[in-house]
């Protein structure tokens, strides 16, 4: 009413919008790519009575919007809102003014209420635009772009929007675009009655194919198949992550990672201003307490923030398009968006690295718990937490080696710094075994030296003892049986001295009676093995005790 009682003291009509822009289509800017595959996606949901378009900022919504209407033949109505377009009044002045753009006739029971001096009430407004849209003769569209900016607005708006939704008619396509999902009651039961077309952000992701166009036809780079599909898994197809990222793409030498990305970085700096600011304090922080973890789902947000809404705050993310993705085909269990994770973590590590490292640790306990082992050993490097990895790795490592799954054990200890695992015998050992297994021998015994000597210092023994039998086969595979037996031999007298662990024991005298085997020294080597049966028979173990009499057997 205020706007209203200022344009008539300005001398203009009550239908006068005050910014006409707002209803006329925006001119493309040339330099980006036309997607035909969500332009034909378009017009297929015409059929339909209202389309949805959302995604979070950047995705190219409006883009796509601009391409349709220059290949729709039909009448394109414009109105781009703002936040302050909450007002209904002025909301029914802007649409009068969009439909007026093509049909000037559009709404003219609708304009003799605005003329009028008292504001239309929400369900007068619901008819008076279902009479204006039912006036046109032709098929004609209605695009409301920037939607979101009625995510606050009045309850008897949204229910006036709600009710001229449901009363479309044929002749009349409504596209509702915006970065979240709209807030209104009517939709749920339309996309029931298969009335509504959804367009979503997994629409508008990039494929491979499509970063190499963008980059070729409207940045001006040629990218290779392998830097055009890592650069589509890094911003999972975001075109405004792809856009920005380019100057760095054409300026480096190496692949662009998400690890490299910095709080300067242009793209940071986007979603700053357009995602993250705008959110409230509470938001931020479970934000940013959340992305530590890779997948999430409530029970473990509980667990690690300590509340006890984390269901209300995912559903606030997922209604918002705040980059919360479903982790997989796991009901229950969600992810964020690759490039939005790494611009939380990065915020929180630089902002408050006490409660980084703090949460990291948590988590750490909460995934050794569910003994999700690979996890808590991400947490743990994370956090630099470098003795809980031994532990996980001395406690589980054995058990994956054994599983086949020594790769797992190897990208731990890639991931350790050099410096942190020179410092860490055990983790080095570990990692000659890998090797050993690789039969990279040179590299395993050169490795085993470094963690050998550390080890004899602290008195380490059964580490130590597990070193020299690894030790021991790494040199029988290379020839060198003399030097083979002295270390096998070494660990077998340490094993010995200190009432050893059985199993680690009789692997010893195996390797050792091997060792023995091939130095012609079969005495010795019938020895070992008998002392091993012996071994599994008092311990009633006939499933280990065969192989050893066939290889007895077989020395013998």
Avoid at 44 to 70: H, N, W
Avoid at 98 to 105: L, N, V
């Amino acid at each position: 009413m205020a706007e209203k009682t200022q344009a008539r003291k300005g001398g203009r009509s009550p239908l006068e919008v005050p910014y006409a822009s707002k209803v006329v289509l925006p001119t493309r800017r040339p330099a980006i790519v036309r997607r035909e595959r969500l332009v034909d996606q378009l017009t297929q949901s015409i059929e339909r009575r209202v389309t949805l378009i959302s995604a979070p900022a950047g995705y190219g919504k409006t883009t796509l919007l601009l391409d349709f209407a220059q290949s729709h033949e039909n009448p394109f109505c414009w109105y781009a809102l703002d936040e302050r377009d909450t007002d209904l009044q002025l909301f029914l002045r802007y649409l009068l003014a969009a439909g007026r753009t093509h049909f000037p006739a559009f709404g003219s029971q609708l304009a003799a209420a605005l003329e009028s001096e008292s504001p239309i009430p929400s369900e007068q407004a619901t008819d008076l635009m279902v009479q204006a849209v039912q006036g046109p003769e032709e098929r004609f569209v209605i695009v409301l772009d920037d939607f979101h900016h009625l995510d606050c607005a009045p309850e008897d708006m949204r229910q006036a929007i709600d009710g001229w939704l449901y009363r479309l008619p044929p002749g009349c396509h409504v596209i509702l675009s915006g970065r979240t999902q709209p807030k209104l009651g009517v939709l749920p039961l339309m996309s029931v009655r298969q009335e509504t077309a959804v367009i979503g952000a997994s629409d508008f992701a990039f494929t491979c194919d499509e970063v190499m166009h963008l980059f070729r036809d409207v940045l001006g780079k040629e990218l290779a198949l392998d830097d055009a599909q890592h650069l589509a898994d890094i911003t999972e197809g975001w075109a405004g992550a792809l856009v920005l990222m380019a100057d760095r793409v054409k300026a480096s030498r190496t692949a662009v990672t998400l690890e490299s990305l910095r709080a300067s970085d242009t793209l940071f700096q986007y979603i700053t201003l357009e995602q993250f600011q705008p959110l409230s304090r509470e938001i931020k922080e479970f934000l940013t307490g959340s992305a530590v973890l890779r997948t999430m789902d409530e029970e473990l947000l509980k667990d690690l923030l300590g509340i006890d809404d984390s269901e209300e705050k995912l559903n606030f993310l997922n209604q918002a398009n705040l980059f919360l993705l479903p982790d997989g085909e796991t009901k229950g269990r969600y992810r964020y968006h690759r490039l939005f994770r790494a611009y939380l973590v990065s915020s929180l590590r630089a902002q408050n690295s006490a409660r980084f490292q703090e949460l990291n640790l948590k988590a750490a306990s909460l995934m050794e718990q569910r003994e999700a082992w690979e996890e808590a050993v991400y947490h743990d490097m994370q956090a630099g937490a470098w003795d809980r990895i031994v532990q996980i790795t001395e406690r589980v490592g054995w058990r994956l080696f054994e599983e086949g799954r020594w790769d797992t054990l190897a990208d731990w200890l890639e991931a350790v710094p050099v410096e942190e695992l020179a410092a860490q015998p055990k983790l080095v050992l570990w990692k000659a075994r890998i090797l050993r297994h690789l039969n990279q021998l040179d590299q395993a015994l050169a490795l085993l030296a470094q963690a050998i000597a550390p080890l004899e210092a602290s008195g380490e023994w059964a580490a130590l003892a597990e070193a020299l039998v690894t030790k021991g086969m790494c040199l029988r595979v290379k020839g060198d049986y003399a030097e083979s037996k002295e270390a096998l031999a070494r660990a077998r007298v340490l094993l010995l001295e200190h009432d050893g662990p059985t199993t680690l024991l009789t692997e010893t005298r195996k390797e050792l009676a091997i060792t023995l085997s091939l130095c012609g020294e079969l005495t010795q080597a019938i020895q070992e093995l008998t002392a091993v049966l012996d071994i599994y028979e008092a311990e009633g173990d006939v499933q280990r005790a065969q192989p050893t009499w066939n290889g007895r057997a077989n020395a013998g």
